[in-house]
């Protein structure tokens, strides 16, 4: 039989009624159950002598129990079992609240090991409800599971030990392949399964950890290696020229290095006739633009054309804009199409593209999704796409298109991470920005400063400069937010009375928020207050504040993206960061965003100080959701699983060899449906 067909009910210790329980925690078969981890281990091997014990310390020592405990009451009329036990060295006296279970267990003259917290009061040393054992299991480290209620981890322990042997005889095909466990010195599946449940010793339990973790991470390096090569197809289009650099050379600036290494290796993926299938990461303003209109160029020159798609039709415009002044006098021609556009231009517009007159069609992502016929459709370019996961980059090729691909973000992630998240995609960083960007300064300062902040905004927008002010998400009952409706009001009333107001939230419907944005970028707002909807990079080169009120409510990612809208012009620009929040991490946090304008160490800092909850806890990457594995943590096993990876894939690019089946399997139920993510 296999594992996935037992029934977990009828593992002794189960029942109709943990069988509930068992599910809200997530555990419905077999194979759940043996891979619901211990969160903690409590030591029973680590033992101190009575009289070494520091009060106030969780420890752990074994004595000999004086005499058989006594029932009482405290004052308040709980039952007490008291006794006092010694190991020679010295006494403490015992005292179990409300189970005369528990303390019927301990007997006169024999010796247990008692665990638990040790206080010091003026009887001597004393131990409320320690965890107790007998002698006669062996000494080792006792398994604590997370819980729900009604349900005890000595239960599950029990259960978990009944369910390993099942699962054991059951057949089954470990992930890691032989040659692989073999070569990167990790355990059996068998011992690392039981060690991790019942260890023997730390050393045991670090070996089974680390075995555990590899299997993980490798099943999920495995899925996006598998994503990867998922429907790629072949292209028909190839660069045979490459013109990159008569192009670079036409531009009024020099090229970052960073942007001439892109541009090189994209050139090298799109000479191939396995379509390309590139992320690009880059600080905002690190140049991304000038990268891809450097690849439409080329494509164009060969014979390609392109769709460069954007997440607005603001954004869109951009583009275009830009686009058709770098483009001018290439003899390419460039268009844009947007929803907004008349229904005679828009013919006009689709039956140029479908008789291959465009070279370069800029849109939003509706290109794709509309009736946009190409003639000769090699590239595509999508700007700022950082919110979709992992599934939606697959859409174009489903489609039955394979042209080159080219993804660019500006959400730095820290590199170690995007191996992982991107790891169906090739990747390449601008982690430079060009010569003579001036520093947006950043203060962060408390709501006692709001007048004075006010004041400066006012003195700005009087010389014809425009401002933004962004305020968190509001839930209902959180009262001492502001939400960014009453907060415009308020300033309307008062503080801003003479100025030109506007509103940009979420809620609001997408043309309502064009129009708004496009109303700020050609002056006729001179004040934006908005929630994050803005960070998506409309440039306004004429906005030169960015405040942020309630700043500790946003990642640290978060808010170097926000102060990415500002700095884009001439002027100085500035980054306020309001907050009354007086923690330590709040204020480190606010405190890496005055040093640094750098994204990528922001977003190492992010990590260390919020954990990777921020890159993946709201499932933005689509990525599955792990049991044991930190992709932080673990930085060391996740090199050694890509290596292992590589070498798996190189010999069998499909998992199809008998060897592993089981590692084909074990990515299938990583990548389960919960994940939205289908691997055939
Ligand atoms: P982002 O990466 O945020 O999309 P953009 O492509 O919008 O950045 O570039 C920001 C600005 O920097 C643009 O005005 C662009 O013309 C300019 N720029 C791009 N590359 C360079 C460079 N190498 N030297 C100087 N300016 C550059
Ligand atoms: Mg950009």
Redesign the pocket.
């Known amino acids: 039989m296999k594992s996935g067909e037992i029934n977990i009910q009828y593992i002794k210790g189960v029942g109709e009624k943990r069988l509930q329980l068992l599910e809200k925690l997530g555990i419905k078969s077999l194979d759940d159950l043996v891979h619901f981890y211990p969160r903690d281990y409590l030591d029973f091997t680590d033992l101190t002598p009575i009289s070494k014990i520091e009060p106030s310390s969780v420890c752990v020592f074994c004595a000999t129990v004086g005499f058989d405990p006594v029932a009482g009451y405290t004052g308040r009329g709980k039952a007490t079992f008291k006794t006092t036990v010694t190991d020679g060295t010295g006494t403490v006296h015992v005292t179990i609240f409300n189970s005369r279970f528990a303390a019927s267990a301990l007997h006169a003259g024999e010796e247990y090991l008692f665990y638990g917290k040790v206080t010091k009061s003026k009887n001597g040393l004393e131990m409320a409800n320690p965890t107790m054992e007998s002698l006669d299991r062996e000494p080792g480290l006792r398994p604590v599971y997370p819980l729900t209620a009604g349900i005890t981890s000595g239960v599950i322990t029990r259960i978990i030990e009944n369910a390993l042997p099942l699962y054991f005889e059951a057949e089954s095909n470990a992930a890691i392949p032989d040659d692989i466990r073999r070569k990167f010195n990790i355990a059996h599946e068998k011992f690392a399964l039981s060690t991790i449940h019942f260890p023997k010793n730390k050393a045991d339990l670090e070996i089974a950890r680390r075995s555990l973790i590899f299997e993980e991470l490798l099943t999920l390096q495995a899925g996006m290696r598998l994503l990867k090569s998922h429907d790629r197809g072949k292209t028909d289009y190839r660069i045979e020229r490459d013109c990159s650099d008569e192009f670079i050379g036409s531009?009024?600036?020099?090229?970052?290095g960073a942007?001439l290494r892109t541009v090189r290796e994209c050139i090298a993926d799109m000479k191939r006739d396995i379509p390309m299938n590139r992320l690009v990461q880059?600080?905002?303003?690190?140049?991304?633009?000038?990268?891809?209109a450097a690849l439409l160029y080329t494509a164009a020159k060969n014979g390609m054309q392109s769709a460069m798609m954007a997440p607005t039709e603001i954004l869109a415009g951009q583009h275009f804009n830009?686009l058709s002044a770098m483009m001018k006098g290439t003899g390419l021609k460039v268009a844009l199409l947007t929803g907004s556009a008349t229904a005679k231009s828009k013919r006009e517009i689709k039956q140029a593209v479908a008789q291959g007159k465009i070279d370069i069609l800029v849109g939003t992502h509706a290109l794709l999704s509309e009736d946009v016929a190409f003639s000769r459709l090699g590239f595509v370019v999508t700007?700022e796409q950082h919110r979709f996961g992992v599934r939606q980059r697959g859409t174009l090729a489903s489609k039955g298109l394979h042209p080159h691909t080219f993804v660019?973000s500006?959400t730095p992630i820290p590199r170690t991470l995007s191996l992982i998240i991107y790891g169906d995609l090739d990747l390449s960083v601008?982690d430079e920005l060009?010569?003579?960007r001036q520093k947006i300064s950043t203060y962060a300062v408390d709501s006692s400063y709001r007048k004075r902040i006010y004041a400066f905004i006012r003195k700005h927008l009087d010389k014809g400069l425009q401002a933004y002010i962004v305020c968190p998400l509001v839930e209902e009952g959180e009262s001492d937010l502001i939400s960014a409706g009453e907060y415009a009001e308020t300033l309307k009333e008062k503080e801003f009375a003479d100025y030109r107001i506007g509103l940009l939230h979420g809620k609001m419907k997408a043309k309502d928020k064009e129009k708004t944005m496009s109303r700020f970028l050609s002056g006729e707002i001179q004040l934006l207050v908005s929630t994050t909807v803005v960070e998506v990079?409309v440039?306004v080169p004429n906005a030169v504040i960015m405040v942020v009120e309630n700043a500790e409510r946003f990642g640290l990612s978060q808010l170097h993206q926000l102060r990415?809208r500002v700095g884009?012009g001439k002027e100085k620009s500035y980054c306020i960061l309001i907050t009354d929040a007086g923690g330590e991490n709040a204020k480190a946090r606010m405190e890496i965003m005055c040093r640094t304008n750098d994204g990528f160490q922001i977003a190492d800092k992010d990590l260390e100080l919020r954990g990777p909850g921020d890159f993946f806890g709201s499932r933005q990457h689509g990525l599955p959701e792990l049991k044991i594995a930190s992709l932080t943590e673990n930085m060391d096993l996740v090199r050694q699983t890509r290596n292992a990876c590589d070498a798996i894939f190189h010999r069998d690019p499909e998992l199809n060899e008998k060897e592993n089946v089981g590692l084909k399997a074990a990515v299938k139920k990583l990548f389960s449906e919960e994940n939205h993510l289908s691997l055939n």
Do not use: E
């Open positions: 531009l009024p600036f020099t090229l970052t942007q880059g600080d905002v303003g690190s140049g991304k633009t000038a990268v891809a830009t700007d660019m500006a601008i060009p010569k003579g990079g440039d990415g884009r």
